[in-house]
């Protein structure tokens, strides 16, 4: 895997914007594998798919890329907020593939794939409507809130500059996909939610009662549930059960 754009690919566009889209667009066709299955490459969709970009012709992922300058930052610019919450629910919802780039090099600074069973409401962020003299007056767009996101659905092929083993993309990706066996949204946000907990003892063994210190943080999230606690313990159960915690011994448990 090489990191540079091919700048000849933007020679003949004068548009700054459709510049960074071929040199992106081109450089994942020819580097990046399909973190769902190990396919060597994944193909490119013709322009007029409406919503992914590339795809793998071996397991039919669908991936939408993403691309930012300089740094990746805690959000990233999305499309309509209306069609992103539909999509939310919808199988074909493709995963997001994000590229960090320096455009004084040519090359990529960061690159990671969120998996679709990831996007939840409560990561997409509504923006304000446009003004009345714009163009397409009173429509609403959306941010994808990364921070929103657990570490383990940000899944990095390279980062700062660092290429990561094939092995070990994959095998992140696999952790997770239990997820997409809950297809209610409201439940697997509790699911995601208690993951963003736990990940904050990453590396360490750690206790139900610490768990428990997000309860007030959990309660607002989730207003309507009055026993938050008894839904952290079945929460910690069902990440037991699908092989993302291990459980140690009473009330204690370790992230794997």
Request: proline share 3%; charged share 30%; aromatic share 12%.
């Given at each position: 895997?090489?990191?540079?754009?091919?700048?000849?690919?933007?020679?003949?566009?004068?548009?700054?914007?459709?510049?960074?889209?071929?040199?992106?667009?081109?450089?994942?066709?020819?580097?990046?594998?399909?973190?769902?299955?190990?396919?060597?490459?994944?193909?490119?969709?013709?322009?007029?798919?409406?919503?992914?970009?590339?795809?793998?012709?071996?397991?039919?992922?669908?991936?939408?890329?993403?691309?930012?300058?300089?740094?990746?930052?805690?959000?990233?610019?999305?499309?309509?907020?209306?069609?992103?919450?539909?999509?939310?629910?919808?199988?074909?919802?493709?995963?997001?593939?994000?590229?960090?780039?320096?455009?004084?090099?040519?090359?990529?600074?960061?690159?990671?794939?969120?998996?679709?069973?990831?996007?939840?409401?409560?990561?997409?962020?509504?923006?304000?409507?446009?003004?009345?003299?714009?163009?397409?007056?009173?429509?609403?767009?959306?941010?994808?809130?990364?921070?929103?996101?657990?570490?383990?659905?940000?899944?990095?092929?390279?980062?700062?500059?660092?290429?990561e083993p094939k092995e070990k993309v994959i095998s992140e990706w696999k952790k997770t996909l239990?997820?997409?066996?809950?297809?209610?949204?409201?439940?697997?946000?509790?699911?995601?939610?208690?993951?963003?907990?736990?990940?904050?003892?990453?590396?360490?063994?750690?206790?139900?009662?610490?768990?428990?210190?997000?309860?007030?943080?959990?309660?607002?999230?989730?207003?309507?549930?009055?026993?938050?606690?008894?839904?952290?313990?079945?929460?910690?159960?069902?990440?037991?059960?699908?092989?993302?915690?291990?459980?140690?011994?009473?009330?204690?448990?370790?992230?794997?």
């Open positions: 895997m090489i990191l540079s754009f091919d700048k000849q690919l933007s020679e003949k566009y004068h548009s700054q914007s459709q510049k960074i889209r071929v040199l992106t667009e081109g450089w994942v066709d020819t580097q990046i594998f399909c973190p769902n299955c190990g396919q060597i490459k994944i193909d490119r969709f013709n322009n007029n798919k409406p919503v992914a970009d590339f795809y793998c012709s071996n397991c039919k992922e669908e991936y939408e890329l993403k691309s930012k300058k300089d740094s990746i930052g805690s959000k990233i610019v999305d499309g309509a907020y209306r069609t992103m919450i539909e999509r939310l629910s919808e199988s074909n919802n493709p995963n997001f593939f994000l590229l960090n780039y320096d455009l004084d090099k040519f090359e990529v600074i960061n690159f990671l794939v969120v998996p679709k069973h990831f996007f939840v409401p409560s990561i997409i962020e509504k923006r304000k409507p446009l003004s009345e003299t714009a163009r397409r007056a009173g429509w609403v767009g959306c941010n994808i809130l990364l921070q929103n996101i657990p570490q383990s659905g940000k899944i990095f092929f390279i980062k700062n500059r660092e290429i239990f997820l997409r066996q809950e297809k209610e949204i409201n439940a697997k946000g509790w699911l995601l939610d208690i993951m963003n907990c736990v990940e904050r003892y990453r590396g360490k063994e750690f206790l139900l009662n610490d768990v428990y210190t997000f309860e007030n943080e959990l309660s607002i999230k989730h207003p309507d549930n009055k026993h938050i606690k008894d839904k952290i313990r079945q929460q910690l159960q069902v990440l037991r059960d699908n092989g993302y915690l291990e459980f140690v011994e009473r009330g204690k448990y370790r992230l794997l």
